[in-house]
């Protein structure tokens, strides 16, 4: 079966840097698209970035743009979210997901889910 597990969250200063990691399995990683959504308390899940099949593609939320960075290695079945200046308002659980489409921004329809891994920024 398919499975996304995300790593790499954690506790940190506002202006400080985070390295997410979405590793998959029971899926022919290439031949999806991928991307990260996050989801504050009391807030509905959001899209944060996307990236296509070869990398050659990127979305981002207005909210993260210029701030993260979303990347894929297709060689090791994992994609990444490198999270730099980080405000207090980017604390979320933070999901990786896949989909077989090209539909970036409409995450809630992407098939297969990570559990999510949790970001805290502190003031």
């Known amino acids: 079966q398919v499975q996304l597990v995300e790593s790499g969250g954690g506790l940190v200063q506002a202006g400080g840097s985070l390295r997410l990691s979405c590793s998959a399995s029971?899926?022919?990683?290439?031949?999806?698209?991928m991307a990260w959504s996050r989801q504050a308390p009391g807030k509905e899940r959001e899209f944060v970035a996307a990236?296509?099949?070869?990398?050659?593609?990127?979305v981002y939320a207005d909210s993260v743009k210029g701030r993260f960075t979303i990347s894929r290695d297709n060689a090791k079945n994992t994609m990444y979210l490198q999270m730099n200046t980080l405000k207090p308002e980017d604390t979320a659980v933070y999901f990786c997901?896949?989909?077989?489409?090209?539909?970036?921004?409409?995450?809630?329809?992407?098939?297969?889910w990570g559990q999510g891994t949790q970001v805290t920024v502190s003031s």
């Open positions: 029971g899926l022919t990683f290439s031949r999806h698209v």
């Open positions: 990236i296509n099949w070869n990398g050659g593609s990127t």
């Open positions: 997901a896949a989909d077989r489409r090209w539909v970036p921004v409409a995450i809630m329809s992407y098939d297969y």
